[in-house]
């Protein structure tokens, strides 16, 4: 079933697809958002966008508030990025769809049946995709442009949440491809998945990026930080892999692993000895994105909130 792909990744918009019914007899307006109305029929288009592909149904009032809101946001995030001229050239826009084409493991084809199933067309998702490569630069020139995480934050996360626990010796950081294997699986699928895994690793030796591959293939949760695992220490892993792990050099892919969950393909992109003196600047590489998210929610929240305590808005849900 296709991914929800639109809004998520940029406002976590989730929700449930819409369900067939009777066409009202108006377009009931539903939202003014300065020089803008919100009518029924363009919420149920972006609600349809936001929630396709999503495995919920029969969204209750609490949601469609929920959805409403967020329209409404992206609205005012819209007009904004319009106030300060920010526009997306056609190549960027080509890029994303077909970034979302790959993301989804689909053709354009595909999409689009899935589309004209919804009602929609692919000038739908064009124009929605649009909107949101928009916003993204907004929010980046106005938020993400002003995170600063200092030497001192680090050092006190460090002090409060590593410290305590912390741990010695060698350990690695991985990431990671993983192709899961059913118990149910014959012989013939298993050799095919470990043909796969092959093949990716093949692939990735090749020059192919590990990342990108890791997005597209892996099913492992970490597919969505291009395989990233983070760090472990001896006796965290599976035997199988950690054997592999801790005894390959930096920056080598691993030949393909079998282990209970599967086939893994990995590769150390860290490696620290443990005979270092324990310190925050061991860490960075963890503490920082934990610090940098959430300063950005902070700033984020404070500069939404005076943009739309600066807004007119009438919600009439």
Same mark, same amino acid.
């Given at each position: 079933?296709l991914?929800?792909?639109?809004?998520?990744?940029l406002?976590g918009?989730?929700?449930a697809p &819409?369900?067939?019914? +009777? $066409?009202e007899?108006?377009d009931?307006?539903l +939202?003014?958002?300065?020089?803008?109305?919100?009518?029924?029929?363009?919420f149920?288009?972006?609600?349809?966008?936001?929630t396709?592909g999503s !495995?919920?149904?029969n969204?209750?009032?609490d /949601?469609?508030?929920?959805l409403?809101?967020?329209?409404?946001e992206?609205?005012?995030?819209?007009?904004?990025?319009?106030r300060?001229?920010i526009? &997306?050239r056609?190549q960027?826009?080509?890029?994303a769809?077909?970034?979302?084409?790959s993301?989804?493991? /689909?053709?354009?084809?595909?999409?689009q049946g899935?589309?004209e199933a $919804?009602g929609?067309?692919i000038e739908?998702?064009?124009s929605?995709?649009?909107? !949101?490569?928009m916003?993204? %630069?907004?929010?980046?020139?106005e938020? #993400?442009?002003?995170?600063v995480?200092?030497d001192?934050?680090?050092e006190k996360y460090?002090? %409060?949440?590593?410290r305590?626990?912390?741990r010695q010796?060698?350990r690695?950081?991985?990431?990671?491809i993983?192709?899961? +294997?059913?118990?149910?699986f014959t012989?013939?699928?298993?050799g095919?998945?470990?043909a796969?895994?092959e093949s990716i690793?093949?692939?990735?030796?090749a020059?192919?990026?590990?990342?990108k591959l $890791?997005s597209e293939?892996s099913?492992?949760?970490?597919? %969505?930080r291009g395989?990233?695992?983070g760090f472990?220490y001896k006796?965290?892993l599976l035997?199988d892999?950690e054997?592999v792990?801790?005894?390959?050099p930096e920056?080598?892919v #691993?030949?393909v692993i079998r282990s #209970?969950?599967g086939?893994h393909?990995v590769?150390?992109?860290?490696?620290d +000895?443990g005979d270092?003196?324990?310190?925050?600047?061991?860490h960075?590489?963890?503490?920082?994105p934990?610090?940098? #998210?959430?300063e950005? %929610?902070r700033l984020y929240?404070?500069?939404?909130?005076?943009?739309r305590?600066n807004?007119?808005?009438?919600?009439k849900y």
């Open positions: 079933m991914k929800v792909l639109l809004l998520a990744g406002l918009v989730l929700g &819409v369900q067939g019914g +009777a $066409a007899s108006f009931r307006l +939202a003014v958002v300065n020089d803008e109305i919100i009518t029924q029929s363009e149920n288009r972006y609600r349809v966008l936001a396709l !495995e919920q149904n969204p209750g009032p /949601m469609e508030r929920q409403l809101e967020q329209f409404v992206r609205k005012l995030l819209m007009q904004e990025a319009r300060l001229k526009t &997306v056609d960027e826009l080509d890029k769809m077909q970034d979302i084409l993301r989804n493991k /689909m053709t354009l084809r595909e999409l899935q589309l $919804a929609l067309m739908d998702v064009r929605a995709v649009r909107g !949101e490569l916003t993204s %630069e907004l929010i980046g020139r938020v #993400s442009s002003r995170v995480i200092s001192a934050e680090m460090y002090n %409060e949440n590593i305590p626990s912390e010796g060698a690695v950081r991985l990431k990671q993983l192709l899961q +294997a059913d118990k149910e012989p013939e699928q298993v095919a998945l470990q796969r895994a690793r093949a692939q990735i030796e020059g192919a990026a590990f990342e $890791a293939y099913q492992c949760p970490s597919a %969505e395989g990233d695992l472990f006796g965290q035997p892999v054997e792990a801790f005894s390959l920056n080598t #691993s030949p #209970s969950l086939f393909v590769v150390v992109t860290f490696r +000895a270092a003196e324990p310190g925050w600047k061991n960075v590489r963890d503490i920082r934990v610090l940098y #998210s959430r950005f %929610e929240m404070k500069w939404y909130s005076d943009l305590s807004a007119y808005i009438d919600i």
